[in-house]
């Protein structure tokens, strides 16, 4: 007897033990034989000659170089540098922001790639990305293995069951040996056995590759003669693709089911949904429903207008899709979004969805209140930015956009994502777009156990410094209440230490700064949420203070050379500020109130020697990641498309005051 008539067999004893167990009426026995029978019909129905599998690596390893030679190999179009980070904001940061897919051709079969965030900031469009692919494509530098991140992307590739094909890539530099792979995938094992992975994902295929060189082997001997030679190619790639992971399971004489997976939006079509095709098959014309997760009311009924998918990069029109395919639907949708069901008017239940995690950080966004308001942006009011803010959490199911609130003292919409980066990205855009937005400091967002004990998020850091600055590093994360879990000494190529930290999310808040003039800017950081614990109290940092300007004007280079002693500054001369602006930060922990705008008085006596000439040190430049994390709790971010300034929530030094006399009282 073959194996699937076994498998056949087995699943149903299993339906009919399960029928019989339930003593449930007549009807809901026939209703589930026939559910029994359906789901057998969809486990031996597979479509052979389609692909799908997700890319993972950490930043640095090669994802995105790899992913242009998988390409180049499958198709005779020109493939430019980087061409699957088609967003302005991925091609200067170079990391990948929001997950895409394409399609090649290879042996007759389609493979769909997709390709997925490496930063945990970005979970939420990983976890909707695996929900689109039966297999994942593990890319690992083997001089630095599997990194704190990417930890993050392969648990929850474990978790849906896929099976990983393991990639160590960059085999054509010096130092790798048969004896540092094999230390490699000996570490991989132990991390998937530590994540729960069962025996057949224990059971990984490892691929050596050079995706600079365009070589790729199941044998490291192999694939580094062929990068010697030059005479190399990718296929072993895309053959262990074919080979080991599974076809999509459904079946086409279903009733149609698509679980929608990203939400984006066209100028002529409007809301475009992507997602994998589960069962059945659609047309151009045909009426669909979309149901709500869990309780499947129905959200809306569509007709389809075009159908879309993405071969080689380029998005093309198609009659049909059936079980397997990953593709795009416009048809006028208004209200479907991520983890709905696009079904058939006959298909009664939605289909399952993985929760996505819940946001661990929050701000406050607000109209700019400062006396520069309006004069650089063109999106000023907080209807426009709540408008703004809602369109792109339509696309971004990590993110929580609340209705306008006060939060303490803080005018605005609380916004809550997965981290500083996620957050950072967000304003980043509305920035680029002409907005003119005030920012609060972010807050973590605590929660309660089922003890009613107050939980806050851990994150596992991984910090890569020299050997002298392991004790100034160690100190400054114990101070924030982190743990020490690891210490790596002689990691990676060039020696330096390596280690690993469990740390409370909010102790991380302007952490990096700190790291940075501790290890005078040769470290390596890394972060991922781990979990929630229990809050480990307050938390003591190092506060400097800051100079805060008490008039409106322009800086002159008289005055400010005057303050330079008192403190570094954060303007040169000729700039625009204004009263309860923060112009630099003091050298001792006070606030100091300062005119940086005064002129030097002139008067008709000839001085008896030359006046000295006045030479500033260059204005210490804040960006948006570094405010965020420095900013403090009663000061603002404002956020303009020319310019990123510091400045007080309350901008009267009078009601500053009393209000820090109350305070002390």
């Not at 907080?382 to 993110?399: K, Y």
């Not at 700039?575 to 112009?583: K, L």
Request: aromatic share 4%.
């Amino acid at each position: 007897m073959s194996s699937t008539a076994k498998a056949v067999r087995k699943m149903m004893r299993s339906a009919a033990t399960t029928v019989l167990t339930r003593r449930a009426t007549t009807q809901t026995l026939v209703r589930d034989c026939v559910y029994a029978r359906s789901w057998m019909r969809r486990a031996s129905t597979t479509s052979s000659s389609t692909r799908n599998v997700a890319i993972i690596a950490h930043v640095d390893h090669g994802k995105t170089t790899l992913l242009d030679q998988l390409i180049r190999s499958t198709s005779e179009a020109r493939v430019e540098e980087r061409a699957m980070d088609n967003m302005q904001l991925e091609k200067e940061r170079g990391i990948t922001i929001a997950a895409k897919y394409t399609a090649v051709s290879y042996k007759n079969a389609t493979l769909h790639i997709v390709d997925t965030p490496g930063h945990a900031d970005f979970g939420g469009e990983v976890e909707r990305a695996l929900e689109l692919v039966d297999g994942a494509l593990l890319v690992v530098d083997p001089f630095e293995g599997v990194m704190t991140q990417t930890k993050f992307v392969v648990r929850k590739a474990l978790q849906k069951g896929l099976k990983p094909l393991v990639v160590l890539n960059k085999v054509d530099r010096d130092g790798v040996t048969r004896a540092l792979c094999d230390a490699v995938e000996s570490d991989l094992f132990d991390l998937f056995a530590a994540m729960g992975a069962d025996d057949a994902q224990l059971d990984f295929t490892v691929v050596y590759a050079s995706a600079r060189a365009g070589v790729a082997s199941t044998s490291l001997e192999e694939a580094q003669k062929q990068i010697v030679e030059g005479n190399g190619s990718v296929d072993a790639i895309l053959q262990g693709i074919l080979d080991h992971v599974p076809a999509p399971r459904g079946c086409t004489q279903q009733p149609f089911a698509l679980l929608v997976s990203m939400i984006e939006r066209d100028p002529f079509f409007g809301r475009l949904v992507t997602g994998r095709v589960f069962d059945g098959a659609l047309g151009i014309g045909d009426t669909l429903k979309v149901l709500t997760l869990g309780d499947g009311v129905v959200r809306e009924t569509v007709r389809v207008q075009k159908i879309f998918t993405s071969r080689n990069l380029e998005r093309v029109a198609v009659k049909e899709a059936k079980a397997g395919d990953i593709v795009t639907i416009a048809a006028g949708f208004g209200d479907a979004t991520v983890a709905d069901t696009l079904c058939s008017p006959e298909r009664r239940e939605p289909l399952p969805s993985t929760p996505v995690d819940p946001p661990t950080l929050s701000m406050t966004f607000g109209v700019n209140t400062s006396s520069l308001a309006g004069k650089e942006g063109s999106q000023l009011t907080e209807r426009q930015i709540e408008e703004r803010l809602r369109a792109e959490a339509d696309t971004d199911v990590s993110l929580r956009v609340s209705d306008s609130s006060v939060e303490d003292g803080i005018p605005g919409l609380q916004v809550s994502g997965r981290g500083e980066l996620h957050l950072g990205i967000i304003i980043e855009k509305l920035r680029r777009e002409g907005f003119e937005l005030s920012v609060s400091p972010p807050r973590v967002i605590q929660g309660i156990d089922d003890e009613g004990r107050r939980t806050e998020p851990f994150e596992n850091v991984l910090l890569e410094c020299d050997a002298n600055d392991c004790g100034g590093v160690i100190d400054a994360v114990t101070q924030r209440k982190g743990d020490l879990l690891d210490m790596d000494t002689n990691a990676g190529e060039d020696g330096r230490t390596r280690l690993t930290f469990f740390v409370p999310s909010r102790g991380l808040i302007g952490f990096r700064q700190e790291f940075i003039n501790v290890t005078r800017g040769n470290g390596v950081m890394q972060r991922a949420f781990d979990s929630y614990g229990p809050s480990r109290g307050a938390i003591g940092k190092a506060k400097k203070g800051k100079l805060i300007s008490t008039t409106s004007g322009v800086t002159t280079t008289y005055s400010l050379g005057a303050l330079e002693p008192r403190g570094t500054l954060f303007v040169g001369p000729a700039s625009e500020v204004y009263a309860g602006m923060i112009i630099g930060e003091h050298t001792r922990e006070n606030d100091l109130e300062v005119n940086p705008t005064k002129e030097k008085k002139l008067t008709n006596m000839r001085a008896s020697g030359n006046d000295e000439t006045i030479r500033l040190t260059p204005p210490k430049v804040i960006d948006l990641e570094s405010a965020i994390g420095y900013v403090g709790t009663d000061e603002l971010i404002e956020v303009t498309p020319k310019a990123i300034r510091l400045r007080k929530a309350e901008l009267a030094s009078s009601m500053r005051r009393r209000a820090s006399r109350q305070a002390d009282s």
